[in-house]
T-cell receptor, first 113, second 115 residues
Framework: DQQVKQNSPSLSVQEGRISILNCDYT??????FLWYKKYPAEGPTFLIS?????DKNEDGRFTVFLNKSAKHLSLHIVPSQPGDSAVYFC????????????FGTGTRLTVIP | GAGVSQSPSNKVTEKGKDVELRCDPI?????LYWYRQRLGQGLEFLIY????????KSGLPSDRFSAERTGESVSTLTIQRTQQEDSAVYLC?????????????FGPGTRLLVL
């Protein structure tokens, strides 16, 4: 049972435009959310996170939005750059101190120069 | 190196054989995690080690899977009597302290193919 869902397996965006990656979750106990980025043949690397007490967290070109009532979060990248091309995983955990993360299936972002 | 390393990078085995996967965490990281990613799916949590505490084995899919870690060093994940559905990328991650989910550093993974 997939508790974290990324319904778009792929996304293509022109360089300089905004990339919006979406994620939905079903478990209302989740209260800490993360985005990871993965290049081929490498492990995922942490990108940005958000606690359920917030609805927005920004770090440079990356912003994560959380809508708790809709159990939905999104990652905005603006402006998108060719180096952002990677697979992006959404993850959630029932508490920042929990042992494990529940991951989505990933969205492959391609930024076209 | 400074990152998490895993070996082998690729492993092809025959159904029914045992395999052992190795993870070298970042030096000084007390927490170590194993995940797997099957084709078209997200990462699944398998097991978590924190120092000398009893591991959290809640994600292990069957008793054919086991893992060990001595202290805060190397960990090995063993799969006995491999099945074709065990084919996946097995990822190891470590973090400095318990539960810092955002600070998990992942290795490159071991790609396992069971024929």
């Amino acid at each position: 049972d997939q508790q974290v869902k990324q319904n778009s397996p792929s996304l293509s965006v022109q360089e300089g435009r905004i990339s919006i990656l979406n994620c939905d979750y079903t478990n209302s106990m989740f209260d800490y959310f993360l985005w990871y980025k993965k290049y081929p043949a490498e492990g995922p690397t942490f990108l940005i996170s958000i606690s359920s007490i917030k609805d927005k967290n920004e770090d440079g070109r990356f912003t994560v939005f959380l809508n708790k009532s809709a159990k939905h979060l999104s990652l905005h990248i603006v402006p998108s750059q060719p180096g952002d091309s990677a697979v992006y995983f959404c993850a959630a955990t029932p508490g920042k101190g929990a042992n494990n993360l529940f991951f989505g299936t990933g969205t492959r972002l391609t930024v076209i120069p | 190196g400074a990152g998490v390393s895993q070996s082998p990078s690729n492993k092809v085995t025959e159904k029914g054989k045992d395999v052992e996967l190795r993870c070298d965490p970042i030096s000084g990281h007390t927490a170590l995690y194993w995940y797997r990613q099957r084709l078209g799916q997200g990462l699944e949590f398998l097991i978590y080690f924190q120092g000398n505490s009893a591991p959290d084995k809640s994600g292990l899919p069957s008793d054919r899977f086991s893992a060990e870690r001595t202290g805060e060093s190397v960990s090995t994940l063993t799969i006995q009597r491999t099945q074709q559905e065990d084919s996946a990328v097995y990822l190891c991650a470590s973090s400095l302290v318990r539960g810092q989910a955002g600070a998990q550093y992942f290795g490159p993974g071991t790609r396992l193919l069971v024929l």
